[in-house]
């Protein structure tokens, strides 16, 4: 069983910068692709970003394009998620999540085989 550990979430001032951390808690396999989503209250679960370490490529919701890297490590299935210039809208729990079909789609979270717990982000005015 694969556990996706998030951290890096917390209460920030619009315009700031943030970075999440997630890391698997073993070893393992979490397939070729590693990602973010975010949900807030009320609404469906969001796609961030993902990274396919095969060949480097990274994607990106249109909510944070533009505004937002996500890196890591494949070999300790770790994998980051940095924005910038944070706003009001972009509070929610952030979600860890690995291992989706390596060709896409990546934005359906049904699709996703580990999750992590999830991080709360809160961005004040």
């Known amino acids: 069983q694969v556990h996706l550990v998030e951290s890096g979430g917390g209460l920030v001032q619009a315009g700031d910068s943030l970075r999440l951390s997630c890391e698997a808690s073993?070893?393992?396999?979490?397939?070729?692709?590693m990602g973010w989503f975010r949900q807030a209250p009320g609404q469906e679960r969001e796609f961030v970003a993902a990274?396919?370490?095969?060949?480097?490529?990274?994607f990106f919701g249109s909510s944070v394009k533009g505004r937002s890297t996500i890196s890591g490590d494949n070999v300790k299935s770790t994998v980051y998620l940095e924005v910038n210039n944070l706003r009001p809208e972009d509070t929610a729990v952030y979600y860890c999540?690995?291992?989706?079909?390596?060709?896409?789609?990546?934005?359906?979270?049904?699709?996703?085989?580990?999750w992590g717990q999830g991080t709360q982000v809160t961005v004040s005015t």
């Open positions: 990274i396919r370490w095969s060949d480097g490529q990274t």
């Open positions: 999540a690995g291992d989706p079909p390596t060709s896409g789609p990546y934005h359906k979270p049904q699709l996703w085989l580990y």
């Open positions: 073993e070893r393992t396999d979490t397939g070729d692709v």
